[in-house]
């Protein structure tokens, strides 16, 4: 795993230069991807490197350790409170669509969590502007083939260094990097409303997936839910046109 770390940096670095740009800026949550892909951007780019904040309405413990994460690897931070904005334009969508009688109640909250996320990332690629870097992705393995990142959202990206590795296998990496125990250890959230987690808001844990990738046997009802989640979110993973599809990961 260290020689992969090794890899993974030195990769980074290339691609910085392929794009011409001068360093990378991740999103950081407090979570597990978020804090590995900090660690690995500031280690390619020590002078280079940005870790944002991009609190919204979201739990102060997060928070928190998203701070904790900036400390962890010395990265430079930024903090940007994006809840006024969210609110005020959710709000403008709503009131339209109500007037319209076109409102439906059923799909308020992903509509809410799927423009949490588009928010972040037109942020994230405002900033990236400023400074001429990359907006590196946090998605891993599991979430990749399975769909679970919003699409133009956390999905929204220009790398995605970390995507060929399982939860388990972030997890090490985390482990080797320095991240904080409490942050490799936490139940993952993408903080999208509150209360929120990826397991049971998927259905199904991390291990079962990361155990489904690496061919080992699993229940079948948990391959089912992999499989269907997989299916159902292809058009998140491939560009489509009338004559052909384009693989995004041929892009990355």
Same mark, same amino acid.
């Given at each position: 795993?260290?020689? $992969?770390?090794?890899?993974?940096?030195? +990769?980074? /670095?290339?691609?910085?230069?392929?794009?011409?740009?001068?360093?990378?800026?991740v999103?950081?949550?407090?979570?597990?991807?978020?804090?590995?892909?900090?660690?690995?951007?500031?280690?390619?780019?020590?002078?280079?490197s940005?870790?944002?904040? @991009?609190?919204?309405?979201?739990?102060?413990?997060?928070?928190?350790?998203?701070?904790?994460?900036?400390?962890?690897?010395? $990265?430079?931070?930024?903090?940007?409170?994006?809840?006024?904005?969210?609110?005020?334009?959710?709000?403008? $969508?709503?009131? /339209? @669509?109500? /007037?319209?009688?076109?409102?439906?109640?059923?799909?308020e909250?992903?509509?809410?969590a799927?423009?949490?996320?588009?928010?972040?990332?037109?942020?994230?690629?405002?900033?990236?502007?400023?400074?001429?870097y990359?907006?590196?992705?946090?998605?891993?393995?599991?979430?990749?083939?399975?769909?679970?990142?919003?699409?133009y959202?956390d999905?929204?990206?220009?790398i995605?260094?970390?995507?060929?590795?399982t939860?388990?296998?972030?997890? /090490?990496?985390?482990?080797?990097?320095?991240?904080?125990?409490?942050?490799?250890?936490?139940?993952?959230?993408?903080?999208? +409303?509150e209360?929120?987690?990826?397991?049971?808001?998927?259905?199904?844990?991390?291990?079962?997936?990361?155990?489904?990738?690496?061919?080992?046997?699993?229940?079948?009802?948990?391959?089912?839910?992999?499989?269907?989640?997989?299916?159902?979110?292809?058009?998140?993973?491939? @560009?489509?046109?009338?004559?052909?599809? $384009?693989?995004?990961?041929?892009?990355?």
């Amino acid at each position: 795993m260290e020689k $992969i770390v090794e890899d993974i940096v030195k +990769w980074l /670095q290339k691609q910085a230069k392929l794009a011409k740009v001068n360093g990378l800026l991740v999103g950081v949550s407090g979570g597990l991807d978020s804090a590995v892909v900090a660690h690995l951007i500031k280690r390619a780019f020590p002078d280079e490197s940005l870790g944002v904040i @991009l609190p919204l309405n979201s739990n102060p413990e997060g928070m928190k350790d998203a701070h904790n994460v900036l400390k962890s690897c010395d $990265i430079k931070g930024l903090n940007i409170d994006l809840s006024k904005t969210h609110e005020l334009l959710f709000s403008q $969508i709503q009131e /339209q @669509l109500k /007037q319209e009688n076109d409102f439906k109640q059923e799909n308020e909250q992903l509509a809410d969590a799927n423009l949490r996320a588009r928010l972040r990332m037109s942020t994230l690629y405002t900033i990236a502007t400023n400074y001429n870097y990359l907006v590196v992705g946090t998605d891993n393995a599991s979430e990749w083939y399975t769909g679970y990142f919003t699409k133009y959202g956390d999905g929204g990206v220009d790398i995605l260094p970390i995507v060929d590795f399982t939860k388990e296998e972030v997890r /090490q990496m985390a482990s080797i990097l320095g991240v904080p125990k409490e942050i490799i250890h936490k139940n993952p959230s993408a903080d999208l +409303w509150e209360g929120q987690t990826d397991e049971d808001e998927m259905g199904i844990t991390y291990d079962k997936i990361d155990a489904y990738l690496k061919g080992e046997k699993i229940p079948e009802a948990d391959e089912e839910i992999i499989e269907s989640m997989h299916k159902r979110t292809n058009h998140k993973r491939s @560009l489509v046109s009338k004559y052909k599809r $384009i693989d995004r990961t041929s892009l990355i």
